[in-house]
């Protein structure tokens, strides 16, 4: 284990701390125990108190362990964008001893039977706007979809902009299997005891892998605990006084763990926001004096260069980071000389619950993943031969700590090609090429995984390609990243048409928008008359990244920001 980032550790941080045995849901029944009256959540100006959600937790649970049959172990979809409902949701079903599956709300209808077939659920939370994606399961397999209005609880005046989905006024619903929110609520049965614990699965998210099959990642309620607790710990966020500008959705490991659980656990506020506009959260910065940030790169370049920006509105932050994508040097250099703070960069994925390194809050490096965090032990590996290599040397980076997942769901040969044991213990390979400089902070070279990173979400270019393949006029298709100079990656696709077919980029685009979720849509199309292939006939998709990487590329100087 590599020790040379201790000396640059966070002032008055311990090296690892002792990781709850219980289950998440402990967290906010101890939160509501402690701090009642405080608010747990601001809901578009509509204050939510740590008793009134736990209160909601319990009545949910109660009516999903006695009216929907949920029981122990059982897989539960949530399927909802960020509100109020999506935390007493997750809550419930932890409460109820159950497991949450997040869902992508960006999924089209056809892609739901996959998570549904693989997951097993048959109990499924949604919010209104998304239930018409889930009415052709209901109600086989769904036998229970308990749908939200998220505009109920918008309770008092705002004048903020609302999201269409916010603003909609519940809709009257009809069909067998689906129950409105507040019926679901009304039941007055109370959830037995909570019985799992660390070693119990707690939350089943889903990443998909290169064979375009998405994978489930089972984490325990031990796995989340670490990040829970580790991520506000990290940046010095862990009191009941700060106040959480909530914008990363909540179905995302990063989102979920540092703004949701990781709030909720110290006490703090969740100043929540549904949908990311800069002219709302500069407001809600300023009215509610939040603390900190969690915020893709994009969303800072939108802030900054906001005509509603200035810089007295922001005074009350402490803390801003994000991960996902890099932050552009100049847009870093920019956000320290407006608000005299680094961005903090950190680094995790779905297989780790988010947070595995993250950089210092004190001594930072830009476009850098960071340091490792507590208890965590990562190197950098030759991917072929496993040889643990030395700093600045370019291999795959490895994770071994409490945060990383037990196994891929019912996937018992992905588990095993994704782990291998060093020194005695388990690393999980993350499919990542990086290396350690001299510090022990680490870098993001490239992928060994064929993976385009589109504003933070990950899209695999073999799940993609599988779909493009169904369209009537597309013979073959090759999937690569174009690069975007505002949001980094972008999906490129380079078909080949049937002989005799005919088809424009528009046209492929307008389909591919009703078959796969907005962020797997590739944003260009080009046609070519072959692919080329290797003397296997296997696509050489990483001579098609090449000639891409070499096409953007600039000619002249260009001039920065």
Known sequence: MQQRHFAFWPARRPKEFPVPVTSIAHNLATSAARFPDHSAIVYYDTPISYRRLWHEVEQLAGYLEHRANVRRGDRVLLYMQNSPQFVVAYYAIMRANAVVVPLNPMLVAEELQTYLDDSGATVALTGQELLPKLRGYAPDPLHHVIVAAYADYVERETKLNLPPAVAAPRADLAGDGLVAWSDALAQSEPPGPIVTGADDMALLPYTSGTTGRPKGCVHTHRSMQTTTFATPMWGGGNNPGNRVLSVLPYFHVTGMTGDMNGTLCNGSTIVMMTRWDPETALTLIERYQCTSVTAISTMVVDLLSHPAYRTDALRSLVGIGGGGAPLPAAVGEELSGRLGMNYMEGYGLTETIAMTHANPPDRTKLQCLGIPTFGVDSR??????????????????????????????????????????????????????????????????????????????????????????????????????????????????????????????????????????????????????????????????RALQEEEARRRQPTSATSGR
């Open 380 to 541: 950098v590996i030759d991917p072929d031969s496993l040889r643990e290599l030395g700093p600045n040397e370019t291999g795959e980076i490895i994770i071994h700590g409490s945060q990383v997942m037990r196994e891929y769901w019912r996937q018992p040969d992905a588990t095993a090609e994704a782990f291998i044991e060093l020194d005695g213990k388990r690393f999980f390979r993350t499919g990542d090429l990086g290396y350690v400089d001299d510090d022990g902070y680490f870098f993001l070279v490239d992928r060994v995984k064929r993976m385009i990173n589109a504003s933070g979400f990950k899209v695999w270019p073999a799940e993609v390609e599988t779909k493009l393949f169904s369209h009537p006029a597309i013979k073959e298709a090759c999937v690569i990243a174009a690069i975007d100079p505002r949001k980094g990656e972008q999906v490129k696709a380079v078909i080949v048409l049937r002989d005799g077919a005919q088809a424009t980029s528009g046209e492929i685009i307008a389909w591919a928008r009703e078959h796969m979720a907005a962020y797997k849509v590739p944003t260009e199309i080009e046609f070519a008359e072959s692919l080329p292939r290797s003397a296997t006939g296997k696509v050489q998709w």
